[in-house]
């Protein structure tokens, strides 16, 4: 079969790397809204709407809201912002007369109503009740690695990928269960080494992710945002420990002798 030349050039320019921000870092936080009787609350919308602040957006679940970090070189930089958004989230959940939980795997009996948003509509119009339910009880924080371009971003990400077990080990509070359930969710959660631009491409478009590469769900995957994106750790208990994974990663890395740009 001939090589699709223009749909490769479409492909690669879906990711935006910029090679200022080569080595720089950033975090996701995903998070629960709970009831003062301790009942999931899906509130995200009313919570967005009030904290009004373009560092938080929606999650899937309508209980579920999601920081996020600029993208910082300076880890000492990053746990500020952490910290920051952590405060601010809980002072708007308060005000609204709800907590905002690091809480990593949700309850089985928690509602499943989904955030009003088309791509989500879409979603779980093609997904099991069983795997909605997995993808609804699940929060992670994820931590982004900016690279100069797909073929350093490609290195870094196959680094990683012998390290998965220890960096969800490093990550986990639920003694597997969020992992467990995120498969569920993602049935092509695992990570595999790509040979090169062309070979990611080929697997994007045999996975079905090529024309939107955000519906990679792989615990490791390079991200459209110029970044490799590490997906395997839970809900912090402090920023302290988000920050040593994102130390971790360096290490590795560096270890590897991968390049940022």
Known sequence: MLFDKKGFGDFLGKFRFQPARAGYMGVEQERFLV??????????????????DERWTQELSA???????????????LKLELLENENNGKAVA????????????????????????????????????????????????HIHIGFADMDRAIAAYN??????????????????????LYKTMAEH???MPYKSAKHFFRVASLGGFAENPRNCWQ????????????????????ADEVVSWASRAREILAQKGVGYA
């Open 35 to 52: 009831y003062p009787d301790g009942k999931f609350a899906p509130e995200a919308f009313e919570f967005l709407r009030s904290i009004n």
């Open 63 to 77: 209980c579920q809201v999601e920081s996020r970090t600029r993208p910082q070189c300076d880890l000492a930089a």
């Open 94 to 141: 308060a005000g609204m007369g709800l907590d905002m939980v690091n809480c990593e795997v949700g309850a089985e009996s928690m509602p499943l109503d989904v955030f009003p948003n088309e791509r989500y509509r879409r979603i779980v119009q093609t997904i099991s009740i069983d795997r909605l339910r997995a993808a609804c009880r699940v929060a992670g924080t």
């Open 159 to 180: 680094a990683f990928i012998p390290h998965l077990d220890e960096l969800a080990g490093l990550g986990d509070h639920s003694g597997g269960e969020r992992l467990r």
């Open 189 to 191: 959660w695992k990570p």
């Open 219 to 238: 615990l490791i995957r390079v991200s459209i945002h110029g970044t490799v994106e590490l997906r395997m750790f839970g809900a912090a208990v402090h």
